[in-house]
């Protein structure tokens, strides 16, 4: 059994202003790409040149928020400008391979919002696209890119876990039931998989990879999208447990338990937080919040892409695709198992 360090390991990652500028452009401006474009601003050097929308006044709007140069009424001008490097897709999960392929048949490196696709399959698209193209695609799972989760990955890489036994992971938000909200409606691709549960999944992929067995059991909202799941995905000796849901705001925290020792996130886990070690003998290291918090943390996951980028790197070492198609494959057999399918799937 691993001797209980006196220290928690250093994070490595990258200051987010150290990164080189990249100039972004945003397809579909809203509330998470409005969130995104301020992590940029305030913490990185990356430069928002413009913005594109099926509505011109949105995009006017946007880009005189959030200091665009140039405001486009339709996604083929914004991925066609020649001073835009990148293209963040922020649009609905429904949307995003179509959206991802314009960008990269127009020679653009992308950030897909997560979930990356609806499912395997196009997501797979997605990236034989990428990689035919020779640009960079990424999905845009922010947790990966935190100090915190650079941290978690020294202690399981070192082995101060001892033997993964046990992932627990949960996040629930309660939402009004409209049948016109993205959430509810199939045609958008919503559900609380794609939209929360893509978060303690992609968590449990991180510790254990992908699953030798998936079992899940839930409950549909009345328009027939994913409104609560519970998960259980095997790996050898070790269990992820798993829960997402629409209907109630729970805990939202993860933890990786051990044969020598635990590791516990504080809700919500997916962001910046507090991490703390307890060891077999209760003896406890706690790693404080960053100074980066909530979702300005949003900048580490840009200053990655740009770094990529700078280094002619172009599928990223911490996030493969090979792994967010793997996630999506979970996602595709957890939907078969609770009946839910999605329109033109």
């Not at 193209?133 to 999905?139: K, P, R, T, W």
């Not at 590791?263 to 962001?271: D, H, K, T």
């Not at 280094?311 to 999506?328: H, M, N, Q, R, W």
Request: hydrophobic share 45%.
């Amino acid at each position: 059994m691993p001797a209980f360090p006196t220290t928690l390991p250093i994070a490595r990652t990258p200051e987010p202003a150290q990164a080189p500028p990249l100039r972004w452009g945003v397809l579909a401006p809203g509330r998470i790409a409005g969130g995104f474009v301020d992590a940029l601003r305030r913490n990185t050097r990356q430069q928002l040149v413009a913005v594109g929308s099926r509505s011109a006044d949105r995009a006017a709007a946007f880009a005189a928020t959030h200091g665009a140069d140039k405001a486009y009424d339709s996604y083929e001008q914004l991925v066609a400008d020649p001073d835009v490097d990148v293209v963040y897709v922020a649009s609905p999960h429904s949307e995003h391979r179509a959206q991802a392929l314009l960008a990269i048949a127009a020679g653009k490196h992308v950030l897909v919002e997560k979930a990356f696709c609806r499912n395997a399959v196009e997501a797979g698209e997605v990236v034989q696209a990428a990689r035919a193209g020779g640009v960079l695609v990424m999905e845009a799972m922010w947790t990966r890119f935190l100090p915190q989760t650079d941290v978690l990955r020294q202690l399981l890489d070192d082995g101060m876990l001892g033997e993964v036994v046990t992932v627990l992971a949960d996040h629930g938000q309660s939402f009004d039931p409209d049948p016109a909200d993205r959430l509810f409606n199939p045609a958008l691709a919503g559900g609380a998989l794609l939209d929360l549960g893509i978060y303690p999944l992609s968590f449990a992929s991180f510790v254990l990879g992908e699953p030798d067995s998936v079992v899940a059991a839930g409950r549909l909202t009345d328009t027939g999208v994913d409104g609560q799941v519970s998960i259980t995905l095997g790996k050898g000796a070790a269990q992820s447990c798993l829960n997402t849901t629409l209907w109630a705001r729970t805990p939202t925290r993860a933890s990786i338990s051990g044969t020598a020792a635990r590791v516990e996130l504080s809700g919500p886990f997916y962001a910046p937080g507090v991490l703390t070690l307890t060891g077999a003998d209760d003896r406890q290291l706690v790693r404080e919040p960053d100074t980066v918090s909530g979702h300005q943390g949003l900048c580490y996951e840009a200053a990655h892409v740009a770094a990529l980028v700078a280094d002619g790197v172009f599928e990223s070492p911490l996030l493969p695709a090979e792994e967010t198609v793997a996630i999506l494959s979970t996602i595709d057999e957890i939907r078969r198992q609770i009946g839910v399918s999605l329109p033109g799937e």
